[in-house]
């Protein structure tokens, strides 16, 4: 009886594994087909030969994603690095100092969660335009940082919260600061937070279309996710170049896992521990 449950588990969650990358495969498929063969019904499956042209189409072609996915990357690595680091230092007062207003705080810092990026986007623009930052890769940087921010300091919050305070305490009787039991004792420990963390804030500005056609208006500085629609018009959709534009949009993400996956695997106690 245990044995058929084990089977039963495993086979659910291969099918689930399967289901869920049903719309990666969807996409690399399309990505490797010609115009004509994306339009056939029923689909075939990776027909030979092998599309791989579309990737150099999308690359050194007329519409090349090659700027707009370094635009990204400067957005989002710029986005991920200044809410983690403000995230960290604000949860760590929340979660060690008991000041006046402190609950009514972390209730704001809730309902800020969940506001739309879309209410957002108006009162920005109108600070940017006054400011002169329109058209500008600070202006995205600074709007996904006002969008994710609140949830950034959350999650923060609530890894932290479960840092044992004997770990801390130990280090000030040995004579650290703040900053060093926060850098040296509490940092390692909640790492796994962090990277998660950084993760969300990556994400959520890689795959931002609201603040980007608010705030960009120059072809140079738009993101891959405006990029993508440069394979569209009134009368086509050039389907299998949009998808390898897409499946290459998608690269860096999946790095950025391969990169932190060994850290998110590790717990709170082992990291204390060590």
């Known amino acids: 009886m245990k044995k058929s449950r084990k089977w039963v588990k ?11 990358n049903v719309p990666i495969l969807i996409m690399l498929n ?24 579309n990737f150099i ?15 990204s990357i400067i957005v989002s690595v710029s986005t991920m690095l200044i809410c983690t680091l403000v995230a960290l230092f604000a949860a760590y007062a929340l979660s060690n100092f008991d000041f006046k207003g402190r609950k009514w705080l972390l209730y704001t810092i809730l309902v800020m969660q969940m506001l739309s990026p879309v209410l957002l986007a108006n009162p920005l623009y109108a600070i940017f335009n006054r400011l002169g930052l329109l058209d500008s890769l600070f202006a995205l940087i600074i709007a996904n940082t006002a969008s994710s921010l609140p949830m950034s300091i ?8 479960q840092v044992p305070s004997y ?10 600061n703040r900053f060093e039991s ?4 509490i940092l390692p420990t909640a790492m796994p937070g962090v990277i998660t963390v950084g993760i969300f804030a990556f994400i959520a ?14 072809k140079e500085l738009r993101p891959i996710s405006m990029a993508l629609m440069d394979f569209e018009s009134l009368y086509k959709t050039s389907w299998e170049l949009q998808m390898a534009a897409s499946t290459l949009s998608v690269l860096p993400i999946f790095i950025l896992f391969l990169y932190v996956q060994k850290y998110l695997g ?9």
């Open 57 to 71: 189409e999308v690359l050194n072609g007329d519409f090349s994603v090659i700027k707009p996915l370094l635009n």
């Open 30 to 53: 399309t990505s490797l087909q010609t115009y004509e063969q994306t339009l056939q019904w029923p689909p075939q499956f990776f027909r030979m030969p092998l599309q791989w042209g």
């Open 205 to 218: 500005a890689w795959g931002d279309v609201v603040f980007a056609r608010m705030a960009i208006f120059t």
């Open 266 to 274: 590790r717990s709170l106690a082992t990291a204390g521990g060590k």
């Open 154 to 161: 959350w999650m923060m919050y609530t890894y932290l919260a």
């Open 182 to 185: 926060l850098i040296k004792i």
């Open 10 to 20: 495993t086979l659910l969650i291969f099918s689930f594994v399967i289901l869920l």
């Open 167 to 176: 770990l801390e305490e130990a280090a000030r009787l040995d004579g650290a």
